[in-house]
DNA sequence: TGCATATTCAACGAGTACGTTAATTAACCG
DNA sequence: CGGTTAATTAACGTACTCGTTGAATATGCA
């Protein structure tokens, strides 16, 4: 993995990470807390909340022997970003010129990367 | 995998999909000319195009040998949806009373997934 | 000190991802 | 038909993902 986007994006593909990022959305919560919702061990959500770590969508504190969770949504920012800029493909109406108005429409506006 | 939120941002998780997208924004495409700008292999990009064509993100008709690829823009418009619900987290200000706000702001409407 | 709680690290296995090269399928054309 | 071009499929290697269980680390407390 070698950018940071790819990098958000993997982290978002699972929705495991994407329930840890709704619950963190009510506030911080411990690993315990963020584990209980799921069927799968506490060492699975550790991993979990690694990835979403090095991803840059949580911060992690130190309070006693908890490491409080925090949501940090600057790189879904990032994500949200590079998908405005494909916003006119799904806003267009599809009614018969559409092969010739996309056309135009896409003219010399390609999105990067 | 087994949704399709997913499945689409497993598929934009990597570089050359991406690029592929931003070509496809220009209009279609045959396979021979997604690929000519990558240092890969074309049975390589034919796979990049089949991963993104499992996620729904292009269509592909059939034009006398060609595949002609286009961009099919829908998936990304869940994601700017499945985004838009962390909005006000990115566009929250840190300026001191934030931890108190933050839990204001926050409560009671937690994103979904 | 000694034990309980919270969390991480290590090692393993099954499945998947991404690249390669070689072979195959599909359509056009002389 | 036979050759060329476009694209996919097959087989393979390497690496990563995601789960498991067991051991280690860190802190709080009697």
New interface residues.
């Given amino acids: 993995m070698?950018?940071r986007?790819?990098?958000v994006?993997?982290a978002?593909?699972?929705?495991t990470r994407?329930?840890i990022?709704?619950?963190l959305?009510?506030?911080e919560a411990t690993v315990n807390q963020l584990a209980e919702p799921f069927p799968i061990s506490l060492q699975a959500v550790s991993r979990h909340l690694k990835v979403l770590e090095r991803a840059g969508l949580i911060t992690r504190g130190r309070a006693a022997q908890w490491r409080p969770c925090r949501?940090d949504?600057?790189p879904?920012?990032e994500?949200?970003d590079?998908?405005?800029?494909?916003?006119r493909?799904?806003e267009q109406r599809y009614d018969g010129l559409d092969g010739y108005l996309?056309?135009l429409q896409?003219?010399g506006?390609?999105?990067?990367?």
């Avoid at 978002?12 to 929705?15: G, N, S, T, V």
């Avoid at 590079?82 to 916003?87: A, D, G, L, N």
Wanted: net charge negative; no cysteine; aromatic share 12%.
């Fill in positions: 070698v950018d986007l790819s990098e994006f993997s978002l593909a699972d929705p994407r329930a990022l709704a619950r959305a009510d506030g949501l949504a600057e879904l920012r994500v949200a590079w998908v405005t800029e494909y916003r493909f799904w996309r056309q896409q003219d506006t390609r999105p990067e990367e």
